[in-house]
Nanobody, 120 residues
Framework: QVQLVESGGGLVQPGGSLRLSCAAS????????MAWYRQAPGKQRELVAG???????NYADSVKGRFTISRDNAKRTVYQQMNSLKRGDTADYSC??????????????WGQGTQVTVSP
């Protein structure tokens, strides 16, 4: 079973940047699509960005042009660079294995997540 540990969240002003990291255990990491999801208070969890094992990416419309997902298979880590952050990006961010091409649904157990708060 893959274990996931997210980090990099924090408090940032609108327009600022953060870089999230997700470290995964397990040898299957490099063979799996990975994705970042987020959940804001009172809202359902949503897909933010996904990356296939080959490096192809997919983004939610709300973050296109601002967020960049990447992965380092040797380090078993997936990253999310978040620029031009908006208040609407405030949420708890988590990563997971993702089904691909079948809809980028989360497949594994969740880690603890990392909180991103965008506020003046």
């Amino acid at each position: 079973q893959v274990q996931l540990v997210e980090s990099g969240g924090g408090l940032v002003q609108p327009g600022g940047s953060l870089r999230l990291s997700c470290a995964a255990s397990g040898s299957i990491f490099s063979r799996n699509a990975m994705a970042w999801y987020r959940q804001a208070p009172g809202k359902q969890r949503e897909l933010v960005a996904g990356i296939t094992s080959a490096g192809s990416t997919n983004y939610a419309d709300s973050v296109k042009g601002r967020f960049t997902i990447s992965r380092d298979n040797a380090k078993r880590t997936v990253y999310q660079q978040m620029n031009s952050l908006k208040r609407g990006d405030t949420a708890d961010y988590s990563c997971n294995l993702a089904s691909h091409p079948a809809g980028w649904e989360p497949l594994g157990s969740w880690g603890q997540g990392t909180q991103v708060t965008v506020s003046p």
